[in-house]
């Protein structure tokens, strides 16, 4: 159970196209889902926080208009890189959260979408 | 500042030995602490999960522990097999802070040579 998964799991786009990647809890209803981007060699760096019908809350300094979130059911959420860079060039990763309760606040995570911006 | 360490960027051990991986935070008051492993190129798959008040958990070949007056986490694998490389994440997780927020060390790439 818990399974998480991700689409594309690799992209290559033209500098100023958009990208967007989706996230989608398979045997589970997501309450919360969590967007991360990892560089090479570098922990884990959360983007934003979604709640299925509500707005994002960003971590400081990633831009909402760059990188846009959806979370429109309780079973997918998208993040959609506008006019994407080269300096977009990573690795994104989502998970997702339940509603359960007791133990922490585990995550269970996506297998991550390689994005190569040219 | 609030910082989150694991000791090691790399870790190189034989076959069959115990690995022991350290995790150390400061200025952070968690009421988890979660062990994940995650292979080149994929996402993160949780572990364990020790609380604050549990000083050690198992599972299979799995070890955790967790002192708070020592704000450390120690993570053992026993008997470890070269499928056990991979990259090895502590994650805080903070009471009080916004809801589902883990903090992430930078991980421990674990080798384990036949």
């Known amino acids: 159970g818990a399974v998480v998964s991700q689409h594309p799991s690799r992209v290559i786009c033209k500098s100023g196209t958009s990208v967007k990647i989706e996230c989608r809890s398979l045997?589970?209803?997501?309450?919360?889902m969590f967007w991360y981007r990892q560089f090479p060699k570098q922990s884990l760096m959360l983007m934003a926080t979604?709640?299925?019908?509500?707005?994002?809350?960003?971590e400081q300094g990633v831009e909402k208009d760059k990188f846009l979130i959806n979370h429109a059911s309780l079973t997918l959420s998208t993040l959609t890189v506008t006019s994407a860079h080269p300096e977009d060039s990573s690795f994104y990763i989502c998970?997702?959260?339940?509603?359960?309760?007791?133990?922490?606040?585990?995550?269970?995570f996506g297998p991550g979408t390689r994005l190569l911006v040219l | 500042s609030q910082k989150i360490e694991q000791n090691s960027e790399a870790l190189n051990i034989q076959e069959g030995k115990t690995a022991t991986l350290t995790c150390n935070y400061t200025?952070?008051?968690?009421?988890?602490l979660q062990w994940y492993r995650q292979d080149p190129g994929r996402g993160p798959v949780f572990l364990l999960l020790?609380?604050?008040?549990?000083k050690e958990k198992r599972k299979e070949r799995l070890k955790v522990t967790f002192d708070t007056t020592l704000k450390q986490s120690l993570f053992h694998i026993t008997a470890s097999q070269p499928a056990d490389s991979a990259t090895y994440l502590c994650?805080?997780?903070?009471?009080?802070?916004?809801?589902?927020?883990?903090?992430f060390g930078k991980g421990t790439k674990l080798s384990v040579k036949p």
């Open positions: 998970s997702a959260r339940g509603p359960w309760v007791g133990e922490g606040k585990t995550q269970y």
């Open positions: 045997d589970f209803q997501a309450t919360t």
């Open positions: 979604s709640n299925e019908g509500s707005k994002a809350t960003y």
């Open positions: 200025n952070y008051s968690p009421a988890y």
């Open positions: 020790i609380r604050e008040n549990e």
């Open positions: 994650a805080l997780d903070i009471l009080g802070g916004s809801q589902g927020n883990l903090i």
